[in-house]
């Protein structure tokens, strides 16, 4: 058995033990720290326990920075739901089999289903900041992917097919539920990037030129273990930045301000998706 298989099963095995009884997840959700909102995203939900992955992975003990990450065991919408608070990233260091740990341990779980929710970054000029960007597809720009290497036939098949990595049926569940609550839809392909510098224009004219509207740092690493696992996988972006190229000599934007303006985006697309998140559940 391979070092990282060992690892997966561990952290599951430490997961299992604290899981509690008659708690079956088919969904997970992945979203930034839920600590840092000022307001209950989900609108109420019962929380079962909440256990920190550095303190229940034999892999993320050893590495630093620790990662902020927490695992919460909640019932939302009468389902029971693991919720990943807080994430990892490429740019901090981390492998992308370090990232896409917890997506396998997630299916030895049980889960079937993931909701990844995490800032983005929008290209499209029909976009605004402060709105929601529903994925329907990717361009893997990161140099990298978790599944170089061996494959283990138990975690997934060698050669996954990825023309359905963005699963239609979420994709168009969640599409109707936005309609219904007169949530504007900006259907979304997203360029993964490495990150964390900031995007110079030659780039962002590139990655607009290229077919992407959003560009962002977590969700292609996350997608491609989810397909190769099995696991059917649903993302939604929250627009925080523009990056248009004709514009971009023109900002005179101090950093400090680009900061306040980005948290100020941050909130209200959170609070729009919060407006369809419970309904999203309910109906995946």
């Known amino acids: 058995m391979s070092t990282y298989k060992n690892n997966i099963q561990e952290t599951y095995k430490n997961i299992s033990i604290q899981m509690p009884k008659k708690f079956k997840p088919s ?141 239609n049926e979420l994709f168009n569940k969640t599409y109707k539920i936005f309609q219904e609550e007169k949530i504007r839809i900006n259907e979304s392909v997203y360029f993964g990037i490495i990150g964390p510098e900031s995007e110079t224009e030659a780039e962002v004219r590139f990655y607009r030129y290229a077919g992407a509207d959003v560009l962002g740092y977590s969700f292609v690493p996350e997608n491609i273990a989810s397909v190769h696992a099995g696991i059917k996988f649903s993302a939604v972006g929250l627009i925080t930045r523009e990056l248009l190229a004709d514009k971009m000599m023109k900002d005179e934007t101090t950093a400090e301000e680009k900061v306040i303006l980005k948290n100020k985006y941050l909130n209200t697309s959170y609070k729009e998706l919060r407006k369809v998140i419970r309904k999203i559940i309910e109906k995946i």
């Open 27 to 167: 969904l997970a959700i992945i979203t930034d720290n839920l600590t840092k909102l000022k307001y209950n995203f989900f609108g109420g939900y019962e929380i079962y326990s909440r256990i920190q992955l550095q303190k229940i992975s034999p892999l993320f003990s050893e590495l630093e920075p620790l990662p902020e990450t927490e695992l919460i065991f909640a019932r939302i919408c009468n389902k029971d739901i693991i919720i990943i608070s807080g994430r990892i990233y490429y740019y901090e260091g981390y492998t992308m089999k370090d990232i896409t740990h917890i997506i396998y341990v997630l299916k030895f779980s049980g889960i079937k289903k993931i909701i990844s929710i995490d800032e983005v970054a929008t290209l499209n000029p029909r976009f605004k900041c402060g709105e929601l960007a529903l994925i329907y597809d990717h361009i893997n720009f990161m140099g990298d992917n978790p599944l170089i290497g061996e494959n283990d036939e138990e975690l997934g098949i060698r050669f996954p097919d990825m023309s359905n990595a963005y699963c």
